[in-house]
C-alpha cells in the first residue's frame, strides 16, 4: 500500500511541475517578443534595489497597516514553505515528519513558529478580503477591476485561508493520534494554535481522524502546487517576478526620459554637433513609439507580468483623480493581456493602442512619475505611455492640434509659444522703461 500511495504521490506532484515548467517558458518566450534593452550596468545599485524593494518590500510602508499585514503573508509563504520540504520527502520515500526525531526539541519550536505565521497569514488574508470587499476601498473598485481581476483577488485570499486551516487541522489530528500512541505518529510535542482545536475533533475514532489528518496533508500537497500553477495565470505571479523586476529597474533619475538614438543623431547632425560613430551606415529606423505590444521593450513586458493590481499607480495618478480615463494599472493589465494574446498566436489585426489602450488615455498623461514612485516594485507605466505618444506623434501626427503647435513653435522658436526667440526678454526691457 505504501508504494502505491508513493507513486500516487510522484504523479501528484510531476503533473502541476510539467504545466508549471511549461507556463514559465511560455511567459519568458512572451517577455523576449519585446524589443532589447541593456540593464545589466550598475550591478551593485541592482542588487540593492531588489533587496531593499523587493525583499524588504521597503515602498510598501508607505501604507503602514497594509504593508504588515502584507508582510505577515509575505514571511508565511517563504517560511511556512521550509515545511513543504518535509512533506515532499515524507511523500517520496513513505515517511512521516521524517525531520521530528533528529531535531528533537526544536521541532518543536519550528511547528509552533510555523503556526504563528499561518495564523498571521490567516488573520492577514481575512483583513484583506474585508477591506476589498466590505470596506472597498476605492483602489480596489476601479473600472478596470470588474469581473476576473477582482474574482481572482479573492480567490487567492481565500485559497490561502484554506490552505493555512488545512495545516492547522492537519496538526491537530496529528496531536490526538501520538496521545493515543498510533503506530506512525511520532511525539512532537504540544503545538499551540493548532491545539485549539483539539476538542472539536477529541470524539474522533482513530481511523476518522487518519482520515482528517492524512486528507489534509494530501490536499496541502495538491494545493501548493496547483497554486504554484495557477499563480503564472494570476496577478500574483509578482511573488515571483518582483525581483528580477526591481533587479532590473530604471535606476535613472524619475524625471529623465529616454531619448530615442535615431532622432538624436539626426538632430545633431542637423545642427552640425559631433555625432558618435559618423562614420558608420546610418541605422535603419522601423518605427517611432510603439503601436503594439511587440513594439516595447522587454523590460515593459516583464513590468506587465509582474504588475500586483494593487492600485497605487492608479490611485496616485493626478490625471485619475480628476476624473480622465487614464488609469496606469489598467496600462500594464492591459499590456499583459495583449502580450499574452500574441503569444498565443490570437488577436491578429489587433494592436495595443486603440484596441487596448485609447488615445484619450494616453493623451492625460502629464508624464508626472506619480505611478511610477507609487509602484511598490517599481513598475513604470510612463515608459509604455510614452512610447505609444512617440507613436502616435511620428508616425499618425495624431496628436492634438494643440499639441502639434507646440512642437512646431519649440522646433523653431526654441519654446512653447510662436514668438522669435530674439523677443523672449521684452518683457523685462518694460520692467526697465518702468524703473
Not at 530604471?250 to 555625432?275: C, D, F, Q, W, Y
Not at 513598475?379 to 501626427?397: F, G, H, N, Q, T
Amino acid at each position: 500500500m505504501t508504494w502505491i500511495l508513493q507513486a500516487v504521490f510522484v504523479v501528484v506532484v510531476a503533473v502541476p511541475i510539467f504545466f508549471l515548467v511549461r507556463r514559465i517558458k511560455q511567459i519568458k518566450r512572451n517577455i523576449q517578443l519585446g524589443k532589447t534593452e541593456d540593464r545589466s550596468d550598475r550591478a551593485g545599485d541592482r542588487w540593492k534595489a531588489m533587496i531593499l524593494i523587493a525583499f524588504g518590500q521597503k515602498k510598501m510602508f508607505k501604507k503602514p497597516i497594509p504593508a504588515f499585514l502584507h508582510m505577515l503573508i509575505y514571511v508565511g509563504f517563504l517560511v511556512i514553505n521550509l515545511e513543504v520540504l518535509e512533506f515532499l520527502i515524507d511523500g517520496l520515500l513513505g515517511t512521516h515528519r521524517i525531520f521530528a526525531p533528529y531535531l528533537g526539541s526544536f521541532y518543536n519550536i519550528a511547528m509552533n513558529f510555523f503556526e504563528f505565521l499561518a495564523l498571521g497569514v490567516l488573520i492577514s488574508c481575512i483583513a484583506f478580503l474585508i477591506r476589498r470587499n466590505i470596506i472597498r476601498v476605492p483602489r480596489f473598485n476601479k473600472p478596470e477591476m470588474k469581473g476576473w481581476p477582482a474574482l481572482d483577488g479573492n480567490l487567492i485570499l481565500i485559497i490561502e485561508c484554506i490552505l493555512m486551516l488545512a495545516i492547522l487541522k492537519m496538526n491537530a489530528a496529528d496531536q490526538i493520534l501520538q496521545s493515543r500512541g498510533v503506530a506512525g505518529y511520532v511525539d512532537t510535542g504540544s503545538l499551540m494554535i493548532s491545539s485549539m482545536l483539539i476538542p472539536i475533533m477529541k470524539g474522533f475514532s482513530d481511523s476518522m481522524l487518519i482520515i482528517v489528518e492524512r486528507g489534509a496533508w494530501w490536499f496541502h500537497i495538491i494545493g501548493i502546487f496547483s497554486f504554484a500553477v495557477y499563480v503564472t495565470y494570476s496577478k500574483h505571479l509578482h511573488i515571483f517576478l518582483a525581483f528580477p523586476n526591481t533587479y532590473y529597474s530604471n535606476l535613472e533619475p524619475k524625471g529623465k526620459i529616454h531619448n530615442m538614438n535615431a532622432v538624436t543623431t539626426e538632430v545633431k547632425s542637423m545642427l552640425g554637433m559631433p555625432v558618435e560613430n559618423a562614420g558608420d551606415p546610418p541605422q535603419e529606423v522601423g518605427t517611432f513609439g510603439a503601436k503594439d505590444a511587440t513594439d516595447l521593450s522587454w523590460k515593459s513586458l516583464m513590468e506587465a507580468y509582474s504588475c500586483t493590481e494593487c492600485g497605487r499607480c492608479t490611485s496616485e495618478c493626478p490625471a485619475n483623480q480628476t476624473g480622465k480615463k487614464l488609469s496606469p494599472r489598467k496600462i500594464m493589465m492591459d499590456t499583459r493581456d495583449r502580450i499574452e494574446e500574441i503569444g498565443a498566436g490570437k488577436g491578429e489585426g489587433k494592436s495595443l493602442l486603440n484596441d487596448f489602450i485609447t488615445k484619450e488615455e494616453i493623451n492625460a498623461c502629464t508624464s508626472c512619475n506619480a505611478c511610477t514612485e507609487a509602484c511598490p516594485i517599481n513598475i513604470d507605466p510612463l515608459s509604455i505611455i510614452l512610447e505609444m505618444k512617440r507613436y502616435v506623434a511620428m508616425e499618425e501626427s495624431g496628436s492634438p492640434a494643440s499639441w502639434n503647435s507646440m512642437f512646431s513653435n519649440i522646433e523653431t522658436n526654441f519654446a512653447p509659444w510662436k514668438f522669435s526667440p530674439t523677443d523672449r526678454f521684452n518683457w523685462a526691457q518694460d520692467l526697465n522703461d518702468k524703473n
